[in-house]
């Protein structure tokens, strides 16, 4: 176990017992819990009529999401079935990408809140909105964007140790990182392509491409331990690690959304990004926001 590990479980368990001391203790036992907090579309939509809602996104393989789905199951316990108010729910992303992709769900965990009868969530708490001092790509910065030299709207621009320095400088660059030995890599081959083509009017951004094999010294630079990994090059120091999935409206709605800055992101800085793609740290953050709407818990 590294340091690094042993760091995080000990800061997870601090978080914890700081959250439930913000949650008022119930008067009586809690009898086992029976209600399972598996949701489906479905369930979602029966709860909204009747309840407030808070509602975890996940992916079935993202640890960060089992963790934060073990506290929302005590949490749901603590606070007993009796609830009028509010109903606590996990929704499998796996299970139901379309609905998740409705509900602007573009990476694992995401935490929404919805009020009763009203399917547009009120808060999202994920990472990027509580980052000090973030730097998003600004509307006015993307007007001074110069074009990159021989990267061409509507095609993927091929990166090297030679050229990427020269092409990134002045211009907003998404780069996927692959191997041509990668299974993965080649299943999103097409998507990549396909990304490019849709993207081709925005000027401002150009999609590109680096093999690790031709360019080790490069992706060693910006820690690629595993292919394929999608980050985001801005102007200055505004690099971000791209965690929605492999499906291209989820790619496209990113690089709109950064473009937009508009906040709703699945990026996290390259200079404090986890091994683990699901980034545990955003669970901690997730712990603090419950805290904040405490209030809603036993009303």
């Known amino acids: 176990m590294t340091r690094e590990t042993k760091m995080f479980q000990l800061s997870l368990l601090m978080a914890v017992f700081i959250f439930i001391s913000l949650i008022e203790t119930p008067t009586s036992e809690v009898e086992d819990l029976r209600q399972s907090i598996d949701w489906s579309s479905d369930d979602f939509e029966t709860n909204l009529k009747k309840k407030n809602l808070i509602v975890e996104f996940y992916g079935m393989r993202c640890q960060s999401c089992n963790s934060l ?20 729910g996990a929704i499998n992303c796996s299970t139901y990408e379309p609905f998740c992709i409705s509900n602007n769900v573009t990476t694992y965990p995401t935490l929404l809140y ?5 399917g547009v969530p009120k808060k999202a708490y994920n990472m990027s909105a ?17 074009k990159s030299e021989g990267c061409k709207l509507g095609e ?20 996927k990182f692959f191997q041509p030995s990668c299974v993965f890599c080649l299943a ?10 849709e993207l081709k009017q925005e000027t401002a951004v150009c999609i590109g ?9 490069l992706c060693k630079k910006y820690q690629i331990t595993a292919v394929p990994k999608i980050i985001w090059f801005g102007p200055g120091d505004d690099i971000r690690v791209y965690n929605g999935g492999g499906n ?11 473009l937009d800055d508009n906040g709703s992101l699945a990026a996290q800085r390259i200079s404090t990004a986890a091994s683990n793609p699901c980034h545990p740290k955003r669970v ?3 712990i603090s926001m419950l805290g904040l709407i405490k209030n809603y818990l036993f009303i």
């Open 156 to 175: 993927v621009f091929t990166l090297t140790n030679v050229n990427f320095a020269s092409s990134t400088k002045n211009r907003n660059f998404f780069v």
């Open 130 to 146: 509580f980052m000090p001092g973030k730097s998003l790509v600004k509307k006015e910065v993307e007007q001074q964007n110069d």
């Open 188 to 197: 999103i081959k097409q998507v990549w392509i396909d990304l490019a083509i």
């Open 209 to 217: 491409e680096i093999d690790c094999s031709d360019s080790k010294d």
């Open 248 to 258: 291209l409206r989820l790619m496209k709605r990113f690089v709109l959304d950064m």
């Open 114 to 118: 919805f009020e009763r009868n009203d």
């Open 69 to 88: 789905y073990s506290i929302l199951w005590k949490l749901m316990g603590s606070q007993g079935v009796a609830s009028t108010s509010l109903a606590i």
């Open 284 to 286: 901690l953050v997730l």
